[in-house]
């Protein structure tokens, strides 16, 4: 992306260029909110890092300046000021964030990346809804989306659930923040700060106040992905603040009103939660006022191919790779494969191909290879998380079962890698490689995967 920095102070300039530069970003820096205005009129900015105080124009009028200006410009606002009113305003007023000085690097690099990830979105959306198996639910968001009624969204993992999400908020025409929240993803004791936030000494560790999902997300959208996952006990805490219209912050005896819309998601049978007693049935009710089941990719073949040519166009610019076309054999792969992970497992295959192909070379996809001489690519779900080009001339009596051990090898030592790069994280890994994490788990009881027994290989 394209970042504007505006601070006074130098130092920060330059370890904020230093650090977006890192990462591929492009960066332009300007110590007052004049300049920051005149960079807005004649370059196109992706997002804006603002300090509150400014010479001239300070942080809280130039954010205002921006979003009415250029709203598109997501904008996060950085100061030296630790209070909780100014950051609340300043998320009234159309912030993404805000974050107090000292800050963390990496708590910024990440505020950036979910930015990223919102952007990607919006290209992706008007290519992922495109198959006649969609239109109904596009019809239902255009009805639902101007109206305060919950939504429920549901399918399989992948489908493109967070897009959809991001499309109903922007049709709800609310001016507030679509703030998306990973229920698996929250340690249970970090949840009812992260959800309803806090304030300073509430507990160890709390050295200053934290706004919280639920009020970033005032006037806006409250996107509660994987929402089954949510504690029971916050369950009854959530439905409160959605019949209160009020949030009480951990530690605090102030409630805050807030007027928000909750969009949710789950890629399980909620029903089934319900009646386990897993999942409260009156937060399901209440959540379940609109109701949109999203069909996996297998129901949508009219979109893979739509798809495939976004990913690439977007991952060659990324990796600096001129893709000239896709072969036959990948193209009939892409048809036939089941694709149990979806749209996310799509991407992510797109991405390790475009990574492998020369620059200037038809995108061949190794997968693909093994498909040409296996005919149950549909029937074939084993290999979901990986795919390898091995040489099996080795094996020319066998040729089955040594594509079936070599598959196996590669796919265990591919769980290995991306579960120890995430610090052993099962959520995050199976989100990142494209399967659910129920079939993660699977896979790592078929190879004995597990840290312990790997620690000394590590």
């Not at 076309?325 to 991405?351: C, D, F, H, M, V």
């Not at 591919?414 to 579960?419: A, D, G, V």
Request: aromatic share 8%; proline share 3%.
């Amino acid at each position: 992306m394209k970042l504007l920095v505006v601070d006074d102070e130098p130092v920060i300039r330059l370890s904020l260029e230093e650090l977006f530069t890192s990462i591929g970003d492009e960066v332009v820096s300007v110590n007052s909110g004049e300049e920051g205005l005149s960079i807005l009129t004649t370059q196109r900015i992706d997002a804006a890092i603002v300090d509150y105080q400014l010479p001239g124009i300070n942080g809280l009028d130039l954010l205002g300046r921006i979003k009415n200006g250029f709203p598109g410009v997501e904008v996060i606002m950085i100061t030296g000021y630790d209070s909780g009113e100014l950051a609340l305003e300043a998320v009234r007023m159309g912030a993404f964030d805000y974050i107090s000085k000292p800050f963390n690097n990496e708590d910024l690099l990440n505020r950036i990346s979910h930015i990223r990830k919102i952007r990607a979105g919006d290209k992706k959306r008007d290519y992922i809804f495109r198959a006649e198996s969609m239109s109904k639910i596009i019809d239902t968001v255009n009805t639902a989306a101007v109206t305060d009624a919950s939504v429920l969204l549901t399918g399989e993992s992948g489908t493109g659930k967070e897009v959809l999400a991001s499309l109903i908020h922007e049709k709800s025409g609310r001016n507030g923040n679509l703030v998306c929240v990973n229920c698996g993803a929250i340690p249970e004791g970090l949840f009812e700060s992260e959800l309803f936030g806090s304030v300073k000494g509430a507990f160890t560790g709390a050295v200053s106040d934290r706004l919280g999902f639920i009020r970033k997300s005032d006037n806006g959208t409250l996107f509660l992905d994987e929402i089954c996952e949510m504690p029971l006990n916050m369950q009854v805490k959530l439905l409160r603040v959605l019949q209160e219209h009020a949030v009480t912050p951990v530690g605090s005896d102030k409630s805050y009103n807030i007027n928000l819309r909750i969009v949710s998601a789950t890629n399980k049978d909620i029903e089934k939660e319900v009646e386990s007693g897993r999942f409260r049935s009156d937060l399901f009710y209440r959540l379940n006022v609109i109701r949109l089941s999203i069909p996996p990719l297998r129901e949508r073949r009219d979109d893979i191919f739509a798809l495939a040519e976004l990913f690439i166009s977007e991952l060659s610019a990324r990796y600096n790779k001129s893709i000239t076309g896709i072969s036959t054999i990948l193209q009939k792969y892409l048809a036939e494969y089941s694709w149990p992970g979806n749209i996310r497992e799509l991407r992510n295959s797109i991405e390790r191909w475009v990574i492998l192909s020369g620059n200037g070379e038809m995108l061949e996809g190794e997968t693909a290879i093994m498909a040409e001489s296996s005919p149950e690519i549909n029937d074939r779900t084993d290999s979901a998380v990986c795919g390898v080009n091995y040489d099996y001339s080795a094996y020319p009596a066998d040729l089955a079962g040594a594509r079936e051990r070599v598959v196996a090898e590669f796919e265990k030592d591919f769980i290995i890698y991306h579960l120890s790069k995430n610090g052993w994280n099962v959520t995050k890994t199976a989100s990142e490689i494209g399967v659910e994490r129920q079939h993660l788990h699977l896979k790592m009881r078929k190879y004995n995967i597990n840290k312990q027994s790997l620690l000394p290989n590590l």
